[in-house]
């Protein structure tokens, strides 16, 4: 039977080595024939109290190491920065009591401002603190021609 040259590249030339196709030899290597597979003696080689010994002290290298790689998990503490810093044991917030009737309507806020108004540079001068804010041209006028000026109107 004459063998094409795809089933000659594929599995080989047959016959060149050995004279008999169907020989195992050619599964065998050297390695494979010299190698003898343990054989076990069919007794216990170590006793039971050293194998419990030796996997005693196995399991407390395991756990050590485990320590050491992953640190214990935190428990997370929700809690705001305002509830953080501004919390005193033992105090009872307590809300002050009304010195004076304030009409939210018509009363001026009390602000930053209103309270430092005096000392604010460039501001237009405050004559009563109940009195609203106004345009006022003391800024641009001329000191001269200020001179001659009155008071200005009372605000009611």
Known sequence: ????????????????????????????????????????????????????????????????????????????????????????????PLTPETTQVHDYKTDQAVTFWSENCQQVQGATAVHTLKAPFRKSALFSTPISERLDEIDLPPDN
């Open 1 to 92: 039977m004459e063998e094409t040259r795809t089933q000659i590249q594929r599995y080989g030339h047959r016959g060149i080595l050995t004279m008999d196709q169907e020989s195992k030899m050619e599964t065998v290597t050297t390695l494979k024939t010299a190698y003898i597979t343990p054989k076990s003696p069919g007794v216990r080689l170590r006793g039971i109290r050293g194998e419990l010994l030796e996997k005693h002290i196995a399991q407390m290298i395991r756990e050590e190491v485990q320590a050491e790689w992953t640190p214990p998990i935190q428990k997370t503490d929700f809690c705001s920065t305002t509830q953080k810093d501004f919390f005193v044991e033992g105090f009872v």
